[in-house]
């Protein structure tokens, strides 16, 4: 019988530290009235309800974004920083056993959202703007590194190709591509000195990549937990699992769900969601699988 895959490690993100017995999952909040999934559009109202909802359901830490990540109207700093950043500050003063990611690739809004008291900068861009990681080192702020094969923000791909190494799988190039990337990354972020355990490294699913590179890079889940860093899963009805299945954003949670139960059994640690309650429990199913979790109750012929 084939070993156990090892577990990811430690997260820790200003001195909370979360374990390999507890799945982490982290939930989509976009103050953005244009996100791919409708119902993942939120003016400040619903915002709230959603954040309340997420920590209901299960939710460590929640992802606040102000940008489509797609295509769309242009959005400036002011206004990136004006749809988040009051955010930040509510779930900080409503919710203080939550953890709070800012996904933005600026470093104007992330040194914002240190400010008003986030913990995490969720970079999906991959560094295309060189000082956000140095804010997230002089503030102490987790990170996130991405891949996103050179794509500039809000860009989508388009007949992307990672040539395959000497003697590998023909898309083993796009697994050599992020391992290169997000772990050149990383140690950047280690140089500056933020904890190896507050340093995410995402493939980045969609990004820079077809659905055939997205679907390769769950089944490698274990050449990136192999880095020795926390790693971020952002599945969720994802095109990748709508092209895989034929299947619009609003009917791609139960694909989502089977690409979260491999990636969690082969390591990964954190997982980007839209469906808090649906994603808590089929990790919380393969942490016990896997033995990093015990059950819950064990009466089953005992009594």
């Known amino acids: 019988m084939s070993a156990v895959p090892a577990a990811g490690g430690v997260l820790r993100l200003r001195g ?3 374990g390999p017995d507890r799945p982490v999952v982290m939930a989509v909040v976009n103050r953005t009235p244009d996100s791919f999934y409708a119902p993942a559009r939120h003016d400040d109202a619903s915002a709230d ?6 920590a209901d359901e299960g939710a460590d830490i929640v ?34 056993d939550l953890l709070v990611s800012v996904d933005t690739w600026r470093a104007e809004v992330a040194r914002a959202a240190a400010d008003a008291g986030a913990d995490l900068i969720n970079d999906t861009w991959a560094g295309h703007d060189a000082a ?5 080192a002089e503030r102490g702020l987790g990170i996130v590194c991405s891949h996103t094969g050179g794509a500039r923000p809000r860009t989508d791909p388009f007949r ?12 083993d190039g796009v697994l050599d591509d992020v391992v290169r990337t997000v772990s050149a990354a990383a140690e950047r972020a280690v140089a500056l000195g933020i904890d190896p355990a507050s340093i995410l490294v995402d493939p980045t699913h969609d990004f820079g990549k077809n659905t055939w590179h997205s679907l390769h890079l769950v089944r490698r889940t ?24 034929d299947l619009p954003a609003e009917d791609r949670l139960e694909g989502t769900l089977a690409a979260t ?33 015990a059950p819950a109750r064990t ?4 009594v």
């Open 261 to 293: 139960a491999v990636a969690a059994w082969l390591g990964a640690r954190v997982f980007r969601a839209h469906d808090v309650r649906a994603t808590r429990r089929t990790l919380d199913m393969v942490a016990t699988i896997r033995g990093d979790r």
């Open 299 to 302: 009466v089953r012929g005992l």
């Open 16 to 18: 909370r530290e979360i």
């Open 63 to 96: 992802d606040l974004g102000g940008v489509r990540a797609g295509r769309g109207p242009r959005v400036e700093v002011d206004e990136e920083i004006s749809r988040v950043i009051p955010l930040v500050e509510r779930v900080r003063r409503r919710h203080p």
């Open 132 to 136: 956000l990681v140095e804010v997230a």
């Open 160 to 171: 992307v190709e990672y040539p395959a190494p000497p003697g590998g799988e023909p898309l």
């Open 49 to 54: 309800a959603a954040v309340a909802r997420a």
């Open 222 to 245: 274990e050449a990136l937990v192999a880095l020795g860093h926390p790693v971020l899963m952002a599945l969720s009805r994802k095109d990748f699992v709508g092209e895989s299945l």
